[in-house]
């Protein structure tokens, strides 16, 4: 038996989209990182990006479990002494929801060129309405559990 490995040519890409809204974080955000990478496809090859592409629509509408919407901060260092900075999931969610499912999905990619990559077919808006409907993008069903 032979292994068959994917190129990029071989490769067909669909368009998804997910309704984010009433979806908790971490789950919604490990199934579209599976999606992303490819896992879901008898092609899947690791070392090629054969994921599709993703639209998340309602970011802001995500839901967390537990006392994380109060209790959780992002952390970013400016590069200067004392430049610690400290943001709160609730005020992301306010100001600008995307980033939350961004950082989400980000941390479960790779950490190399292909993750990389990989992230860019990811689309995350805060409303319902995306630019994206020349693409037809099939509606994804993800699991509740």
């Known amino acids: 038996m032979k292994t068959l490995f994917a190129k990029k040519t071989d490769v067909d890409r ?3 989209v997910v309704d984010a809204d009433d979806q908790v974080l971490g789950r919604l955000a490990s199934q579209v990182a599976t999606v992303l ?4 496809k008898a092609t899947f090859t ?29 952390y970013h260092h400016t590069g200067y002494p004392g430049g610690i900075r400290k943001e ?8 600008k929801p995307e980033r939350v499912i961004e950082s989400a999905v980000r941390g479960m990619l790779p950490k190399n ?5 990989l992230f860019s077919k990811l689309k995350v808006y805060g ?3 995306h630019p994206h409907q020349s693409q037809n993008p099939e509606k994804l069903i993800l699991t509740k559990s």
């Open 46 to 74: 690791p070392h090629t990006d054969t994921g599709d592409f993703i639209v998340i629509v309602n970011a802001g509408r995500v839901r967390l479990t537990g006392n994380k919407m109060q209790q959780k901060a992002y």
């Open 113 to 117: 060129k292909l993750g990389r990559q």
């Open 37 to 40: 990478r490819g896992k879901h």
């Open 14 to 16: 669909k368009w998804y």
């Open 88 to 95: 709160m999931v609730k005020d992301i969610l306010k100001d």
């Open 127 to 129: 409303g319902p309405d």
